[in-house]
């Protein structure tokens, strides 16, 4: 089963807050090699839980993930700086997740730098190498080595391009649905909801109710076989007017009607503070508020609406295989 996350609107800057704390990869790179300059080998946990302290990152910091959702943001920006240092020539890998510093990178901290980016790594033959290696592969774009030479790392670019492309299917998305027609709309909402889990997959497991006028209730979705758990759904398909608070507390007195405290309000528009207000002062009602972005962002997600047209996969290095041969 899947679940909503309420609060979904004041979380969304929070989260960007504490995303701009993660040091990027560059920044990085010079305590990374700093902290090997006793010679001794080094796990990558251990090197993890220093830097995590040294930026002073908190847990919920250290839980945000990269866009495609596949690894954490900062172990990600870590292993590219590791990785950087590595092709440099100054670290070396010892064993899975071991690494030590080099006599070349001895030597770099003796000229009393304070940092380390890209534009320094270039001095080093190897690293240049490495870096001309990109360029000489025909498949990769012209561009890809000022791409990596940026202030994110290759997953966040990729996931980046991918949050475009999504944000603007995502657009194409809510102006279609907003050109269908009301029942419509609402066979689109509780498809969803069905799609994400809710009612199983059974079509009879979910109904549209809004054309007879149901006190409000445009649809219900039946959680178990003999309907006795519901959920109740509103579909407001508007698209320049935005869920008041007023409508907010009608839904709540629709809801109290049939006797539940648990409900779905979702709009093609969006809704005002007021309204979002308005379920927090209600704790006692379970009711989950999705406005047209993020209609469509769950519809993407949950393949409604959408098809799949091309599908990549990223590969890494399997180090168990080469520590078995």
Same mark, same amino acid.
């Given at each position: 089963? *899947?679940?909503?996350?309420?609060? *979904? ?29 006793? @010679?001794?080998? *080094? ?7 220093? &830097?995590?302290? =040294? ?6 910091? &250290? ?10 943001? +900062? /172990? ?10 590595? @092709? ?53 774009? =012209? ?11 290759? #997953? ?5 391009? +991918? ?8 657009? #194409?998305?809510?102006?279609?649905? /907003? ?8 066979? +689109? ?15 009879? @497991?979910? #109904? ?46 629709? &809801?109290?009607? =049939? ?22 002062? @209600? ?13 469509? *962002? ?25 520590? #078995?041969?």
């Amino acid at each position: 089963m *899947h679940t909503f996350h309420g609060n *979904h609107f004041c979380r969304t800057g929070k989260a960007r807050l504490m995303k701009e704390r993660i040091p990027d990869y560059q920044t990085l790179m010079y305590p990374v090699l700093e902290h090997l300059k006793d @010679n001794q080998p *080094h796990l990558l946990q251990e090197l993890f839980e220093y &830097l995590a302290g =040294k930026f002073q990152l908190t847990d919920d910091e &250290l839980r945000i993930l990269v866009p495609s959702g596949q690894q954490p943001l +900062f /172990k990600n920006r870590l292993t590219w700086s590791i990785s950087y240092l590595k @092709n440099a020539g100054l670290i070396r890998y010892v064993r899975k997740g071991v690494y030590q510093i080099t006599d070349m990178g001895q030597s770099a901290l003796k000229e009393n730098i304070t940092s380390i980016t890209t534009t320094y790594l270039k001095k080093f033959e190897a690293f240049k190498i490495w870096q001309e290696a990109f360029q000489q592969q025909d498949e990769f774009p =012209k561009n890809i080595v000022t791409e990596l030479s940026d202030l994110k790392t290759p #997953e966040e670019i990729i996931g980046s391009n +991918f949050k475009i492309i999504n944000d603007k299917l995502g657009m #194409e998305l809510l102006e279609l649905i /907003k050109q269908r027609t009301a029942a419509q709309f609402e066979r +689109f909402v509780l498809m969803l909801l069905n799609g994400m889990g809710y009612g199983g997959a059974n079509e009879k @497991n979910f #109904e549209v109710v809004g054309q007879s006028g149901d006190n409000g209730i445009d649809g219900i979705i039946y959680q178990d076989k003999l309907g006795i758990d519901r959920i109740y759904v509103q579909a407001k398909k508007w698209s320049e007017n935005k869920v008041q608070s007023k409508d907010v507390r009608d839904f709540i007195g629709s &809801l109290s009607l =049939k006797g539940t405290n648990k409900g779905v309000f979702i709009t093609t528009s969006e809704f005002t503070e007021d309204a979002i207000k308005t379920v927090s002062m @209600n704790p006692q009602n379970i009711i989950i508020l999705i406005d047209g972005k993020r209609l469509t *962002h769950l519809a993407i997600q949950y393949n409604v609406g959408v098809q799949t047209k091309e599908r990549y996969e990223i590969r890494q290095i399997d180090t168990d295989f080469f520590e #078995e041969l």
